[in-house]
């Protein structure tokens, strides 16, 4: 125990010491979290769009007006083509609506009329967004204006309300699930580096020739960090719902257990890379390609696991980030589920007792070569 | 009694045989000094007995124990101090006396260790930030926490001053027992010589061992007794001088250094620091650790500005065109400052390189150098595997690649062993006679009387300058090493 408590000891004054664990542990969860609040927004913003009539009636300048009433859509009227044109290839508008001008003489013929519709294919999210748009807009006006007889009455009508995020807010799911991110990159980072410093500075020849055992080295590295770990988590729990004002459901108890064994799997993945690798630049290296790579792109916070190849869907079962995710944004959007809460804890607490056990397996107790 | 016993030992390391088929006795309760050339097996031989690398033939027994099975028992009784010293550099003295004495369970009680260090006043100050001499110290003194049996020190005095080195050894002859064994690894001939028993250790086989005094009576016999067993040095003309093209000068003192002062806030690393070095002239800056040998050395190279003072190098003020200064210049840092993962002829092109050397003349010059520091059967092989005598003979390489009139040598014989540092005297001696310029700094007292003039060094000042004789003199002292430490003493009244 006294060898235990040495070593703890020991490893907090040099957190103290070392500014870089700090700067890891509390600068690093302030900076992603701003990128992921205001860089990766997945929400619309205002779209331009060009509309050219042809047709100079005036049931249609109605139309034409009301394509622009959206405070998510600025249209602009023109008639050059060309110009309209250009500016699609420019990017400066995002779609280009075209009436012929037959539009309304067809309509007054009982003919169906048709809408030129142009969009940027590029950014294949708003080309979709905008037709669905247009579509909806057309109706909306053909509803209210005298050629409304000719619409087939529409019997099904979907009332849609999105539940858990009644405004569609993305920072409500992103933020909860960048917290997953920066924790795996957090107790990676911390730890990856712990081990190997003891081997290239030497002092790991000193501990192995004292009478510490390996349980106490194993220890001794997991339960500074795991604090550390556990106050940066607090910390950005702290930004999130209090600073940002992320609506939170669940209950702090539920959330602190988990994340507690969120952290003890990241940790492990660090220590063991540190561990088996013993050089400081190359296990920071290693850390971030197996850290923090995956926990982006394979937990199903960006892409959903489930449109995934299935080989990479089994990949991911065994990535501790993506049981997390799954927790932590149902615990902030829908409130403590239960059987999501076992399942991700009994994972994570798997994953993190084989990494532990791996940890330990690994910690050389004699030089391996010179 | 015998702490000790191995019988037909031997290690492997891929195609390296380190040990080779070795068998010895260290007896309980003495000295035995661990001597040999660099790689000849001296700190693998240490971690053999200790346990932290296994054998991969042999029997080892330490104090009726078996180290590849019994370690952690053996852990209770030995205490080792690695050549790195394994302190924390981040915590301070008194954190890592705590935290060794911890992990050895024994009393938070240094008062006597902090005594005989002369650490007491620096117990709040970071490991990190001590002199050599200094880190060594309480090294030793984290070791000796908890009074081990058997005491296993690899190169404690590597790069250490006359004066640190013997407090260095009356502090171990006064805080062990009667009863405790050590085992000390030393490049150091005069501190093997005082020893109980000497071991000499070459090519991964014992090839003496005995006690030193029937070796011979003297340090310096001994040390010519100890180069004999290891296959003799013999005295060569130095083809690396033979080689040398010399630059034509006007210039009489090729290096000259004019009240140089370094100011860090209110402290002086150096101060009015003045000498004037002739065409040819070995110049010996010798100091305890931490005088300001270095700084001096970074100051006169334009690496450093000076507080106050100027530098000439060939006439040029290293201030107003360091460039051009610099080019006059061949320096081999303290440190091994060579790329390790590159080969030794990568290293060589590389250097030429930048020098200035392109083309066929890099060529032409680089294969030269090979073949006249007889590199040829390492040329391929990474500069950071090779051993420190090679190490520090590719650094003079470097150094001397574009055949500088004035060459800067900061301890180039540090941890290099006895024969190697003669051949590099040997090559130091010869370019002087050609012309060479040297400004150099050692710790080895020997080396000391090779120098044309000294200047002696401490807490930033010169407190004498002249030749070796005229220094011996000064003090009537029988040897440099004498005179050092009455020269220091002397200005410490």
């Known amino acids: 125990m006294k060898i235990l408590h040495a070593l703890v000891k020991k490893e907090i004054l040099q957190i103290i010491r070392d500014p870089s664990s700090v700067i890891i542990a509390f600068i690093l969860p302030l ?23 042809d047709d100079n ?10 394509f622009g009433c959206s405070k998510y859509i600025n249209s602009e009227v023109s008639d050059n083509m060309l110009d309209l044109s250009q500016k699609l290839i420019r990017s400066k508008i995002k779609g280009i609506v075209v009436i012929p001008n037959d539009f309304s003489n067809r309509l007054e013929q009982k003919q169906s009329a048709d809408l030129m519709v142009i969009t940027d294919g590029s950014e294949v999210n708003t080309a979709t967004y905008l037709q669905n748009y247009i579509l909806q807009i057309s109706n909306q006006w053909l509803a209210t204006s005298k050629y409304s007889q000719l619409m087939s009455p529409q019997i099904v009508n979907p009332q849609v309300r999105t539940w858990y995020n009644q405004d569609s807010n993305g920072y409500y799911f992103i933020l909860p699930g960048s917290i997953a991110i920066t924790m795996t990159l957090i107790g990676i980072l911390l730890t990856a580096l712990v081990v190997a410093r003891e081997w290239e500075r030497g002092t790991m020849e000193s501990l192995l020739s004292s009478n510490v055992t390996r349980m106490h080295i194993v220890l001794g590295k997991y339960i500074p960090y795991f604090i550390l770990g556990m106050l940066s988590m607090i910390f950005n729990m702290i930004l999130c719902i209090g600073i940002f004002q992320v609506p939170f459901h669940g209950n702090y108890l539920v959330l602190t257990f988990v994340s507690a064994l969120f952290l003890f799997t990241s940790m492990g993945i660090g220590l063991l890379i540190s561990t088996k690798l013993k050089n400081q630049f190359f296990a920071s290296q290693i850390s971030i390609g197996i850290g923090f790579l995956p926990a982006l792109l394979l937990s199903g916070l960006v892409f959903p696991i489930s449109s995934m190849p299935e080989i990479l869907q089994h990949i991911t079962r065994v990535l501790p980030p993506r049981y997390y995710i799954t927790f932590i944004e149902s615990e902030f959007m829908a409130g403590t589920i239960p059987s999501v809460a076992i399942k991700s804890s009994i994972f994570l607490l798997i994953l993190g007792i084989i990494l532990f056990i791996a940890v330990y397996k690994n910690t050389d107790m004699r030089l391996t070569h010179d | 009694m015998d702490a000790v016993i191995i019988k037909n030992l031997t290690k492997k390391f891929k195609e390296i045989t380190a040990i080779n088929v070795l068998s010895l006795k260290i007896e309980k309760g003495k000295i035995t000094g661990l001597i040999g050339a660099d790689g000849s097996g001296k700190t693998t031989l240490i971690r053999l007995i200790i346990g932290l690398l296994l054998p991969d033939y042999g029997e080892i027994s330490v ?48 008062e006597k260790l ?15 930030a001590l002199s050599g001499g200094m880190k060594q110290k309480l090294g030793l003194a984290c070791v000796l926490l908890g009074s081990p049996e058997f005491l296993l020190l690899d190169e404690p005095s590597v790069g250490v001053d006359p004066i640190s080195r ?54 310096e016999e001994f040390e010519n007794k100890v180069i004999d067993l ?16 010399s630059k034509k000068t006007d210039v009489q003192y090729t290096v000259v250094a004019d009240n140089l002062e370094k100011l860090y806030g209110d402290f002086y690393a150096v101060k009015n620091n003045s000498f004037k070095i002739k065409k040819g002239e070995i110049f010996g800056l010798l100091g305890p650790n931490g005088a300001g040998k270095s700084t001096s050395f970074k100051m006169m190279c334009g690496l450093l500005k000076p507080t106050n003072g100027i530098a000439h190098i060939m006439g040029i003020d290293i201030t107003e065109d360091p460039e051009k200064a610099r080019s006059n210049l061949g320096y081999m840092a303290q440190k091994f400052s060579l790329y390790e993962s590159l080969t030794v002829k990568q290293n060589l092109d590389f250097f030429s390189e930048i020098y200035g050397i392109h083309d066929q003349n890099l060529k032409t010059r680089v294969s030269e150098i090979i073949d006249i520091f007889g590199f040829s059967q390492i040329q391929k092989q990474k500069a950071g595997e090779l051993p420190l005598g090679f190490k520090q003979k590719l650094s003079l390489a470097c150094a001397l690649i574009h055949n500088p009139p004035i060459l800067f040598l900061d301890e180039p014989t540090s941890g290099v062993d006895v024969i190697t540092r003669r051949e590099f005297w040997n090559h130091i001696t010869s370019l002087a006679q050609k012309g060479v310029t040297v400004l150099v700094t050692t710790h080895f007292m020997d080396e000391a009387e090779y120098c044309d003039r000294i200047s002696l060094f401490y807490k930033g000042e010169t407190v004498a300058i002249g030749t070796p004789s005229a220094l011996k003199k000064k003090v009537k002292a029988k040897n440099m090493e004498e005179a050092f430490m009455k020269l220091i003493l002397e200005s410490d009244k």
């Not at chain 2, 009356?170 to 010589?193: F, G, R």
């Not at chain 2, 250790?201 to 009576?217: C, E, F, T």
């Not at chain 2, 003799?232 to 040398?244: F, L, M, P, V, W």
């Open chain 2, 114 to 128: 902090l005594k005989f260090t002369d650490l007491k006043k620096f117990q709040s100050r970071l490991a990190g």
């Open chain 2, 166 to 219: 013997r407090d260095l050894m009356q502090m171990v002859c006064n805080l062990i027992s009667p009863k405790t064994t050590v085992l000390w690894s030393t490049s150091y001939m005069d501190e093997a010589h005082s020893f109980d028993t000497a071991i000499v250790l070459d090519q991964g086989k014992v090839i003496y061992q005995g006690n030193p005094s029937d070796l011979a009576k003297t340090s």
């Open chain 1, 57 to 66: 009636s005036p049931e249609i300048s109605q139309l034409v007006n009301s």
């Open chain 1, 31 to 53: 900076i992603s979290i701003f990128i992921y609040m205001y860089g990766i927004n997945l929400d619309f913003v205002t779209v331009n769009i060009g509309v050219k009539n």
């Open chain 2, 63 to 110: 104090l009726d124990l078996n180290p590849s099975v019994e370690k952690d028992e053996l852990n209770k009784k030995i205490g080792y101090m690695p050549q790195k010293f394994g302190l924390y550099e981040d915590l301070t003295v008194i954190e890592n006396l705590k935290l060794y004495a911890d992990l050895k369970n024994v009393p938070h009680d240094f």
């Open chain 2, 230 to 245: 290891m296959g003799g040095y013999q005295k060569t003309k130095s083809r690396i001088a033979e080689s040398y093209i």
